[in-house]
């Protein structure tokens, strides 16, 4: 019996192909097996950080109620998804992910594909991400390209699929994905590229944005035109091919080069610094908010910022011409203030020259410095006009000794008499100390007060009459105090903000600034026909204006050390302008923030500060009508011929027992040896 023995083909040894297909298909069986059970072993994974909003900018708003400038912690701009054009969220989903609105947060169909091709390439390069695992290596994760980390961006994309809409994770994800040039969300990108908010974007500026976060740089408009134009028309197509817009739409869209904007659109974020600051330190003191509120809770701020009076102090102060030269690199240093005198609205500030730091220093608020002579109006002439003395009674001017002080004139000469109104015009000081002492130290420390400016224990000296204070004044103090003078007497305390309110509307505080009464209103105006006078003749003439200016200089001498005899008469600390028109009071410090025997100046407050003033107030005012300070009814000019004033033109007197004479060293403004240089 024949046996037949079935005869088979040799087998054929597996193809390289076949063996790695086996072993990509197994690959990525456990791949999404893993998937899966990460997503189960993460699901006590926090995402909690995503259930607060993200934070918002506050906006500060100007005194006509247009943005002025963004406080914020964050890069981000955020932007509700409905007010993002529909062609934006489809050209991003038809380039990022498809199937975003079915899948579970990750698309185990791309994650196989993606995956088949990492093993045949031996590469990571295929990335499979969804957007929402996207939005969750932004939000949580690391973006190191390994094998745990995407099981991590899987689960946590899990996590947020079933804890959030498809909405609000693709309202996340544009808000916070990076469009290149330094900006993070769809807001930033718009306004750097297109100079428009988003919801104004067209549909070939829709693609042009999707395109660009797969790679930001390689395909920047601006600096790479023909590579973006060429990935916003694949764009397109996917979203032709996708059914988002018809081939008409398609054509029309990619047919020319991309037009980016001539006049991008300026980020407000840290606009006016000096005055942003302290609108946050007004809000905070007065008002009791935190800075975190004041940063991300997208509130309205409306100040009493004159755009037109920041931008030309701003502008000022990036002139070094405008200031004396340091022998280093630590420079003349000098702070701003300029307000409405008739509302105490802060219309411009500025805390120093050279580069902005965040809450920094503000030298226009937080200064303390000796006002020198331009107290003398405040301590001295203010009060005594109250008093019955006229701009032409007589004043003493001789050697004068009271209880061992002895003050001199800037010039080193008496005249024996002079009028009040000379004395002021060419800042004499034995007269000021004088009539100080004539009209009793506490007159000068209650008007201080009324104006603003408490004195205390130290102050009880006559050295105040020459701006010799015990701790000093800040350019906004001084600007609020001569405010006064232009309001008819009356002090409006000086404020930056007007009201806070939600972004909705909703009114969380607002401005009562108080109202005060420094001296009468005929007082007021006859200090300020005395003020006109030093500006047009006197030591101010370098700060008039073409419109009606009052002001006064005033400069401290260096301290009677050793290490300053060498700057002789020359040397000065403080310089200071102070002055104003019908419109807007202001306040110019100049010195160094530490002088010692290299740094100290060589001007006097009617030269720096004075041409400062000037300049900032003339751009301010620029267009603005001009007009005269007004008279109060019934007001008649001092008549007659220059006459001793109350009780007669004495001799020269002893210290009264209130009035002890300045320690030593006291009152750089106005020592025993006064001023050595300038007429303030």
Excluded at 485 to 505: P, W, Y
Aim: hydrophobic share 40%; aromatic share 8%.
């Amino acid at each position: 019996m024949i046996k037949l023995v079935r005869k088979t083909a040799p087998k054929r040894p597996r193809s390289k192909k076949a063996v790695l297909r086996g072993f990509v298909l197994a690959a990525a069986v456990l791949f999404i097996a893993s998937v899966s059970w990460t997503a189960y072993a993460v699901s006590a994974l926090d995402v909690s950080r995503l259930e607060n909003p993200l934070p918002e900018p506050t906006t500060v708003l100007d005194r006509y109620d247009q943005p002025a400038s963004q406080l914020s912690a964050s890069k981000i701009v955020p932007v509700p998804l409905a007010q993002m054009p529909l062609d934006l969220r489809n050209a991003v989903i038809a380039t990022e992910d498809r199937r975003f609105y079915e899948h579970i947060g990750v698309d185990l169909w791309a994650i196989a594909r993606a995956t088949i091709r990492d093993v045949a390439t031996g590469s990571m390069k295929e990335g499979g991400s969804t957007i929402t695992q996207q939005l969750a290596k932004n939000m949580f994760l690391t973006s190191d390209k390994t094998w745990s980390r995407k099981l991590k961006e899987a689960g946590y994309a899990v996590k947020l699929h079933f804890a959030y809409t498809k909405d609000e994770i693709l309202e996340l994800y544009l808000n916070t994905i990076y469009f290149g040039q330094g900006c993070w969300g769809v807001q930033c990108a718009s306004r750097q590229y297109f100079g428009k908010d988003v919801q104004a974007l067209t549909l070939e500026e829709c693609a042009v944005l999707a395109g660009l976060p797969k790679a930001p740089s390689a395909y920047d408009p601006i600096r790479h035109p023909e590579e973006a134009a060429e990935r916003r028309n694949t764009v397109l197509a996917l979203m032709r091919d996708q059914h988002f817009i018809s081939d008409a739409q398609y054509a029309q869209a990619s047919a020319g080069p991309i037009t980016l904007s001539s006049s991008k659109r300026p980020s407000l974020k840290g606009q006016y610094p000096s005055y942003t600051d302290y609108v946050i330190e007004e809000a905070s003191e007065l008002y009791g908010f935190t800075e975190q509120q004041l940063l991300t809770g997208g509130l309205l701020v409306y100040t009493e910022l004159d755009p037109a009076a920041q931008q030309a102090a701003e502008e000022a102060y990036r002139r070094d011409d405008l200031f004396p030269k340091s022998p280093d690199d630590q420079p003349v240093q000098s702070g701003a203030a300029v307000l409405d005198p008739h509302t105490g609205g802060i219309a411009a500030l500025i805390g120093g020259r050279g580069d902005a730091v965040y809450r920094g220093f503000n030298r226009a608020t937080q200064l303390k410095r000796q006002p020198g002579s331009a107290f003398k109006p405040i301590a001295v002439y203010g009060p005594a006009l109250e008093r019955g003395w006229t701009p032409e009674s007589l004043l003493y001017d001789g050697e004068l000794n009271i209880a061992g002080y002895r003050p001199r004139d800037w010039d080193g000469g008496t005249r024996g008499q002079v009028t009040m109104r000379e004395a002021l015009l060419r800042s004499w000081n034995i007269p000021a100390v004088w009539l100080l002492n004539e009209i009793g130290l506490q007159a000068g420390i209650d008007y201080a007060g009324r104006a603003g400016i408490p004195l205390g224990a130290g102050d009880r000296s006559l050295s105040i009459a020459l701006g010799g204070l015990f701790e000093g004044v800040s350019p906004l103090q001084m600007a609020q105090a001569y405010g006064a003078f232009a309001n008819g007497g009356e002090l409006v305390q000086a404020h930056a903000i007007r009201k806070i309110t939600t972004k909705d509307g909703h009114v969380l505080v607002e401005a009562a600034p108080t109202r005060s009464r420094v001296t009468a209103p005929e007082h007021a105006y006859t200090m300020t026909r005395l003020l006109q006078a030093v500006v047009a003749e006197g030591g101010g003439r370098q700060a008039a204006l073409p419109r009606p200016t009052a002001g006064k200089s005033g400069t401290t001498q260096l301290p009677d050390l050793p290490e300053f005899a060498a700057a002789g008469r020359d040397g000065a600390r403080d310089a200071w302008f102070v002055g104003y028109t019908p419109e807007y009071a202001a306040a110019v410090w100049v010195g160094y923030d530490k002088t010692d025997r290299s740094h100290y100046l060589t001007t006097s407050g009617g030269a720096v500060p004075a041409v400062l003033f000037r300049e900032i107030l003339q751009r301010a005012l620029n267009g603005v009508p001009v007009q005269d300070f007004a008279a109060p009814p019934g007001w008649q000019p001092a008549a007659g011929a220059a006459a001793p004033g109350p009780g007669g033109l004495a001799a020269p007197p002893a210290a009264k027992p209130e009035q002890p004479a300045a320690p030593p060293g006291q009152a750089h403004g106005g020592g025993p040896k006064g001023k050595k240089k300038g007429r303030d």
